[in-house]
């Protein structure tokens, strides 16, 4: 890992950038399987499965057998395993279901909101190396809590045709049952418009490539809402001389084998820590499955000496990053500081993977800087607040008379008269 | 209005449509504009302040002296009338402001949530025949309750060089005091990359026209949050024989007077209602200053004549209404079949205009179906929602053994490795 010794403050613009991936050709692919998908459904997406998945589908439907067999093959050590996060996550979930009590702003008029679930969702869940069957607990949750009547979820089939039965069976227990085969930008193309066979959504959820991400922004464009903006996972690690370097090394790793693009940041006063970090990563390094991504991710991140944890603090706010470690056993307060951040880990106990799996936290976060104007996934992702207000003859007699004035002095007549005349008829004019 | 008696279920859907509007023009006009104000800033803003509000400014920046001498010429009337909505709205946007408590998800494992305020936004407030003072109330209010720290106001000139009193007394008022005068889609490319003049924010907010609205999508798509899509205002009423028709009329009157492309809908089981209304409407129209605009409105705008009470309510689900009136007195049941509204008046006395101006909620909703999908602008919108965690050791020792297994199955060895680090130096392993 890079080390940069006491940077100035003038190049952290430059620091805390992300490398910019270029657009325009993903783009031309992605407008054309959109517009496939559009214009010819079903035929579409089966053509597109042969294409990209390498597999010529009888159905695009994920039969009721199939999602039962799943559950024999998934080992009971997964299952439990499954369950202690479901559980988790729809604690920390349910909390976020509150309903805001009515507030009387003045005397005869009352305004309150509602959350509903917005109707129709849609998940998508890549396939590929990994099968994230937990991407599909941190999106149903919340999804289900929300009260969301339809959701549907899309993931890529393998070369069988088939569906990891781990995304199966975590699909059925949160209580998912409309799966379709279908991967890429057209799945979501297939999400945005609806096909002979798979349903419209308002809304389409999940991760997934940078085909995947530009058709969503694409859908976005014509109405389709998105959960957010996506770009490479991160992590910014702020380690002190009460950190462990083992921890801090084997977290930084765990971010670093998402992907090669992946960005690793790690901010310290101490340059014994970044030195210790340093010595662990390149062992730990070694005895990983997946080191040549975790490699490429690493030689591409940054361990930067600052003078005080003040302005790792500062730095981490101006970077903004996705998830944010507070390697340290002083951490009251600078958990105050945090400005911007999708998710943050507390002390030498709270590992990234814990948020990523199990802690009950969701792991669907902002990434690319987009913390500071985003936030992750929750219930509030999967309803709309709407607002209602009850105005009786009091109500109106005390505000009817400022409406009239405000109203006229936009220049809107009707919008007074709307006042005027009910004024009139209380016989308050 | 037009009147359609008992139309079949099959044509809802077509009865529901908005018209589109032709954007491939103004795609191009906004793309030259934006990309002119990233490579030439405070020039290309004066220019366009030339070309499209037909004046040589000496300076973007509102100065001190303009924003004291608003407060001399905006009349006491006006200025108590702005107090009233100001502490309504205040009102009922504070009780958004909620904290929540930290959840303990197994023991040792607490997770919560923190609203964090936006650092930079921006509000657009559209210039033209109507000085939308209103609408910085609406944007503002929020902003400052979520605790931004700096929020910015640009808004046109008009061909002397200034801003509406109203709209910088009202500004100052909410303690607002970095004003520009730039107007158009060149405000909304300001803002998303800033000028020398006028600083980056990360959130845009505001009403405007089509070339605004554009602009505001296309500076999406390079990281800039906004607060929603926008389309023309509408108004959705679902009047029983309960309803006061002239009420209704005047209503309906309201909205229609913000645009010749403004939405108008009536629903109701009663043949006599529709006809009442329409009488109404005839007669209230012909007093109308702006009877021209008004007149063409209602004339794309359609009443619907429906067998029952709850199939109007399937209707308004079906078309996602911004506005939505129950002119009723008989609304309890109603409330609760709401599925689709951006902001609901409820009963004889809660006019569209209370909502628009005073009553405390915020006047900036979804529209054109948005509904579906968006919820209406709140401290919500101002502000991320940061999650945190904090492990102890008896909390990583609960959870630990369900990370390792899921990210295994997962096939990601380093998350697994940074709990099996942990669990070992517990002495767990």
């Given at each position: 890992m890079k080390i940069i010794n006491n940077p100035n403050r003038t190049d952290w613009p430059t620091l805390v950038t992300r490398p910019e991936f270029k657009k325009e050709e993903i783009t031309i692919v992605v407008s054309e399987i959109l517009s496939e998908v559009k214009n010819n459904g079903d035929e579409a997406l089966l053509k597109y499965a042969e294409k990209f998945d390498q597999v010529k589908l009888s159905q695009l439907t994920v039969s009721k057998e199939e999602i039962e067999n799943a559950t024999s093959v998934v080992s009971e050590e997964l299952k439990s395993a499954i369950e202690i996060a479901k559980s988790n996550i729809e604690k920390f979930h349910s909390a976020q279901n509150t309903s805001e009590a009515p507030v009387e702003t003045t005397k005869g008029v009352s305004c309150w909101r509602k959350s509903v679930g917005i109707e129709k969702v849609g998940l998508y869940i890549p396939g590929g190396s990994?099968?994230?069957?937990?991407t599909i607990l941190m999106l149903a949750i919340p999804a289900k809590i929300a009260g969301c009547k339809e959701i549907i979820l899309c993931t890529p089939p393998n070369k069988e045709g088939q569906i990891n039965p781990a995304i199966l069976y975590t699909a059925k227990l949160v209580g998912i049952t409309n799966i379709f085969k279908v991967g890429g930008a057209q799945a979501v193309g297939a999400m945005a418009w609806g096909t002979e066979t798979i349903p419209q959504v308002y809304k389409i959820f999940g991760p997934g490539n940078q085909f995947v991400t530009k058709a969503k922004e694409m859908v976005q464009q014509e109405g389709v809402a998105i959960d957010m903006p996506a770009g490479p996972s991160e992590l910014l690690v702020i380690a002190d001389d009460s950190c462990n370097p083992s921890f801090v090394a084997a977290d930084l790793l765990s971010q670093a084998e998402?992907?090669?693009d992946s960005q690793v940041i790690l901010l310290s006063d101490s340059e014994k820590v970044l030195a210790e970090v340093n010595a662990e990563l390149d062992f730990q390094l070694a005895q990983l499955p997946r080191i040549e991504i975790a490699k490429a991710a690493i030689e591409n991140s940054k361990s930067i000496l600052l003078s005080n944890i003040n302005d790792c603090l500062e730095f981490s706010n101006q970077y903004a990053p996705e998830h944010l470690i507070?390697?340290?056993?002083?951490t009251d307060e600078m958990i105050n500081k945090i400005v911007n951040a999708g998710s943050v880990f507390i002390g030498n106990?709270?590992?990234?993977s814990a948020g990523d799996y199990?802690?009950?936290?969701?792991?669907?976060l902002p990434t690319n800087g987009f913390a500071r104007n985003y936030s992750g996934v929750s219930v509030d992702s999967f309803v709309k607040k709407i607002t209602f207000q009850k105005l009786n003859e009091t109500g109106i007699q005390n505000i009817g008379s400022a409406i009239e004035i405000m109203a006229d002095a936009e220049g809107l007549f009707a919008h007074k008269n709307a006042v005027t005349l009910r004024l009139k008829e209380i016989g308050d004019v």
């Open positions: 990994a099968p994230l069957f937990s998402h992907g090669a507070l390697a340290s056993v002083k106990y709270s590992c990234e199990a802690s009950g936290t969701n792991h669907t």
